[in-house]
């Protein structure tokens, strides 16, 4: 019998909890739990957390001067930084991929319009970043 998927085990979803954590909770401590992707969640976490103000940089130059990150939900940031993160430093993994699990785990924490907006912005971030850092 297949187990039954459950969102809440899929990686982006603890990434983004993971993330939420340390940037607005102020968490000190990050703990993995055994998970079959843990090294993946961890490279994600903790690279997005040490590259933040570069990923906010990059997000401000591409998305434009009407674009400000900090007037976004909490959970918006943490979605949008982490889906940067992968498009800037993980190369192999194609950008729909990307935008499709990131817009998979949003589901659980946005509703249906931000979605729509998310895809829109992880959209046009990820032709700008993958093309200019070709």
Do not use: C, W
Request: proline fraction near 4%; charge should be positive; aromatic fraction near 10%.
């Amino acid at each position: 019998m297949k187990p039954k998927y459950s969102p809440k085990n899929n990686p982006r979803v603890i990434i983004i909890q993971k993330l939420y954590g340390v940037l607005f909770n102020n968490d000190d401590k990050i703990d993995f739990p055994k998970h079959r992707f843990k090294k993946f969640i961890k490279d994600i976490v903790l690279g997005t957390i040490e590259r933040n103000e570069i990923i906010v940089d990059e997000l401000d130059k591409n998305l434009g001067n009407n674009f400000n990150l900090f007037k976004l939900d909490k959970i918006f940031q943490v979605i949008l930084k982490s889906a940067t993160y992968e498009i800037l430093y993980k190369p192999n993994v194609s950008i729909k991929i990307i935008i499709k699990e990131y817009l998979d785990a949003s589901n659980l924490f946005l509703n249906d319009s931000q979605t729509k907006y998310l895809n829109a912005l992880l959209d046009n971030a990820a032709k700008k970043l993958r093309s200019s850092n070709a």
